[in-house]
């Protein structure tokens, strides 16, 4: 999959003299026609959101940016969607690994229905994602009475933050991990057991080393969509500032209060994660297409 | 319709595809561009299709003909191209493949629907494939899909056929079988084809005149005989069939003996027994190895003295009556020999036990006419 | 890769270890802990709570779900929601299609950036970009302030949730069709040309066909991932009943008015609906890759 986003047989060098146009590319209009539209249609919707974020969020000056970060709110907010990310993702890493394992090294049946339910996620709107861990854990829910007898809280507390986001994440290692796996085959590994190394071995010298970066990439987007989950958290969490409040949610509740350079403040730090988890994603693109 | 390239040069960024290549093909004939992979065959060929240009339109020119395609676009030349991969279109059927340069005709010179149907059975009955018009290529051999590339070339009657290595990707019986038909077949229709290679055989079989190419240029052309025989540079010599080559001439007039390289084929190494009466051109050799299938047997040699190792080609019953064995020493006598002293070369045969030579030079450029 | 081959399936990986005769055919270790290990949590986190759902929607009579799935309000979000996020996937299989195509073929200035951009809205939480595209369709945003005047309230409108949901999905088309249209082999294309065919008809008759499962993959993408969207849309739709509410919302409305039965009915046409795309996206892509096979 990598190698070949680097291939560039297709691409137009320099603009040859109209009559002698290679047959596989277009007229020259047509070229500034077609780049036009892309360039315009991913400008607006990409670059400009992603600008307006720094703007807002500097509206008011350097000092008043950096000033929103002593908010105790929004610095509680802060620490708890890294802790929370620091439980989904592992979680997730363990179940992707795993997951790829068993998918791209064996075969068995069920297996396309397996990989189905890893997309579920995705698939399935956040908010259903926080609410199924109410209508489980909550008050009236099938857990809740037993739960409120041992005195633990899932829902309005991290435990349930925890859990929302980590259905929301559930896809992404594994989701990133199987192409690359199964692109790398089973010869390796099999050439390894025939020199008797035993499984964990193989997996660490063998199958980790060339999937190391399709891994790295995965825990990254995932890291990423963990830190930003919505949706689920905000139904589940209860949204007490200071409490269960994550970073997004705190964003939410500043903007509503149009309190907007704080919310952007905050957002451009989400932001500036999304950044780095592209460039890393491109980073490690050019990588592993160096490699293979 | 006659061919004919005039001092095409072609860079890819910085490396030399073409470099001043010129080349004429007389109409009907049958020609293969042949050579290594990176010598320009392909980009000579594709230049000819319209699918590459030239790096200046100024001083090189394409004529179909007598008239000038240089910067026509492909679809205009009246080519019909077979690519390697036979480039079938997959979610058409064979019929449609077949049918699709006339339906992409302009309206008023499109013909009728049943007149493009009947012109499509026509050629799949050309190529041997009637009845399977209805299938998709991948339900089809890897020789079917190249008469399918084959056929849809043809469709719109080109002037031109153009091949690009036609029998590459396929396994070596096919490719044997479909190499004669090809063979038969242009005699039929008679339309002037091109074809690309790197086999030497392919080339030799099948061709009318061969155009061995090198390092961005045409090293020699001639008929398969002429290129095999008298080989113009130890490029051809060495990319058309089995040679042994000795550094240092055997009793050459040339001054400058160091740069001198002599070539035998195997099959001009005649064997005899060590204590065989010697003349003055034999030497001595250490046998090494011994293969024997088929009609001919090929014993692998060492030169005494030297340790050059070459090879000789002899016939079964010679090789029973030598009775060689690994580490016997045997004569060696040339039948005919060829020497390269820079650019020149000279060309001789060893008659009644003296070396009868005769120098002629030739420019790598010659061009066929 | 073939599922047939092999007799084991998933009941396998439980319980018995090695010593039957069909483990014997399993060269690496480790396929009963790997697959054991996936699917119990896939149950646990994934598969159990979704299940609650249905069950939670099961304990209220046939009359009141239905009643429930049916009323105004909530047949308004589902116009809103299924229909804005088609409208929004048909634009980006269009200018995706366009921007990939661009992506691929030709060399421009900033094309790397542009390219490297594309899985913003894959990375950028969907509420960041929700106060985002809303302050800039505003109507004094930095765009709404030139749209307002012309009719068009492109914050707080329906509008509104199309510009978001475009964006949401945005990566899908693109992402899908690149690496196909990379392995696009050129000879097909030239074969095109040389049979007289024009760009045009080289792009409908040959290239078009050859994407077109990876273009649908992304377009279903693109529309599964719009109709399960919540976080951008409650910025920017203004959440109007009737007219701007989409159906996550009033999921969670529902819950927070306690109506845990009433979200959980919601909720299950919901699943039923991103199962059933789900599923054409599982056909899309099987499609395609037996295109891509048989290209090879």
Known sequence: MNSHRHSKQHRVRSSALPQTRSATTEAPWVRTVLISLATGF????????????????????????FSTFEDRFIRHSIRLTLLTAAVAVPLNLVFGVAAAWAVTKFDFRGKSLL?????????????????????????????????????????????????????????????ELIPVMQAQGRDEEYAAMTMGAS?????????????????????????????GEFGGVEVVSGKISGKTNTMTLQIQQLYFDYATVPAFATASLLAILALLTLLLKNIVERLSGRES | MSIKA???????????????????????????????????KTTLLRILAGLEFPDSLETSRVLFHGKDVTAAPAGRRGVGFVFQHYALFKHMTVESNVAFGLNSLPRKERPAKDVILTRVCELLQLVHLDGLGGRYPSELSGGQR????????????????????????????????????????????????IFVTHDQDEALELADEVVVMNNARIEQVGDPQTVYDRPVSPFVIEFLGNVNRFVAGVGSETKDREKDVLYVRPHDVELEPEDHETHAYALKAKVQHVFSAGNYGRVALERVGTREPFEAEVSRERLRELDLVPGRVVSVIFRHVRLFPKGEFLEADIRDGSLVASTSSFSAKTMYS | MNDTSDSNDISSAFGRGGKAPRANRRVLPGFGLSLGF?????????????????LRASEISWEEFWSIVTSRRVVASYKITFGISLAAAATNAVFGLIAAWVLVRYSFPGRRIFDAI?????????????????TIYAENGFLGQYLYPLGLETAYSRIGIYIALTFIGLPFVIRSLQPVLESLDKEVEEASATLGAGRWRTFFRVIFPAILPAWLTGFSLAYARAIGEYGSIIFISGNMPLRTEITPLIIVQRLENF??????????????????????????????????????
């Open chain 1, 115 to 175: 990989v189905t339910i890893i997309d579920l996620p995705f698939a399935v709107t956040p908010v259903i994602g926080g609410m199924i861990f109410i209508l489980i854990f909550g008050a009236h829910g099938y857990l809740g009475p037993w739960l409120e007898g041992v005195n633990f809280q899932v829902v309005f507390a991290f435990p349930g933050i925890v859990l929302a986001t980590t259905f929301g994440t559930v896809p992404f290692i594994a989701r």
């Open chain 2, 146 to 193: 190249q008469r399918v590339a084959l056929a849809r070339a043809l469709a719109m009657n080109p002037k031109v056929l153009l091949l690009d290595e036609p029998f590459g990707a396929l396994d070596a019986k096919v490719r044997k079988d479909l190499r004669r038909w090809l063979r038969t077949f242009q005699e039929e229709i008679k339309v002037t084809t």
């Open chain 1, 42 to 65: 991913l400008a607006l919707f990409l670059l400009m959101p992603l600008f307006t974020v720094f703007i807002e969020a500097f509206r008011s000056g350097i000092s008043a940016y």
């Open chain 2, 6 to 40: 005039i001092q095409i040069s072609k860079t890819f960024g910085t490396f030399k595809a073409l470099e001043n290549v010129s080349l004429e093909v007389p109409d009907g004939k049958l020609v293969s561009l042949l050579g290594p992979s990176g010598s320009g």
């Open chain 3, 259 to 296: 109506q845990v039965a009433q979200a959980a009915a919601v909720a299950a046409v919901m699943l039923v609906a991103s199962f059933a795309i789900l599923l054409v996206i599982n056909v899309l892509q099987r499609w395609s890759e037996s295109l891509g096979q048989a290209r090879g």
């Open chain 3, 38 to 54: 996936a699917v119990s949590y896939l149950s646990l986190i994934v598969l159990i709570p979704l299940a609650g759902v249905f």
């Open chain 1, 199 to 227: 499984g964990w071995r193989t997996f660490f010298k063998v199958t980790l080393p060339n999937v190391k970066w399709g891994l790295f990439y995965g825990v990254i987007l995932c890291n990423a969509r963990a830190m």
């Open chain 3, 118 to 134: 594309v899985d913003l809205p894959f990375a950028l939480p969907t509420a960041v970009a929700g106060i985002a595209l809303t």
